[in-house]
């Protein structure tokens, strides 16, 4: 079974950045995609970046093209995700899961797409 653990999260100010990391243990060769998804409270949980497994192909949600960044190590099984100039609207839980069947443009921002979820990370922005 597939255990994702987030970690990274905290307050910082507008224009802030934050490196979230998702560290994946059990059967980790078992998905073929991964990637980060978030929830603001009253919201629903929405898709914010994903990368394959194998071609390391990315995805991007367009609100954060330019400033975020989605980068895994092989090695220690791990995902990363950079935030840069954060965002008031930036806050949220944010949650990395993984994907056992492919992704493509279609599918890559559906939740249902994805079955494996970790417990989540809280980011918040506020001066």
């Known amino acids: 079974q597939l255990q994702l653990v987030e970690s990274g999260g905290g307050l910082v100010q507008p224009g802030g950045s934050l490196r979230l990391s998702c560290a994946a243990s059990?059967?980790?060769?078992?998905?073929?995609?991964i990637g980060w998804f978030r929830q603001a409270p009253g919201k629903e949980r929405e898709f914010v970046a994903a990368?394959?497994?194998?071609?390391?192909?990315?995805y991007y949600q367009e609100s954060v093209k330019g400033r975020f960044t989605i980068s895994r190590d092989r090695r220690k099984d791990t995902l990363y995700l950079q935030m840069n100039n954060l965002k008031p609207e930036d806050a949220a839980v944010y949650y990395c899961?993984?994907?056992?069947?492919?992704?493509?443009?279609?599918?890559?921002?559906?939740?249902?797409?994805?079955?494996?979820w970790g417990q989540g990370t809280q980011v918040s922005v506020s001066a």
């Open positions: 899961a993984t994907s056992a069947w492919a992704i493509n443009s279609m599918n890559v921002r559906t939740v249902e797409q994805y079955d494996s």
């Open positions: 059990g059967f980790t060769l078992d998905y073929y995609a």
């Open positions: 990368i394959t497994l194998t071609a390391g192909t990315t």
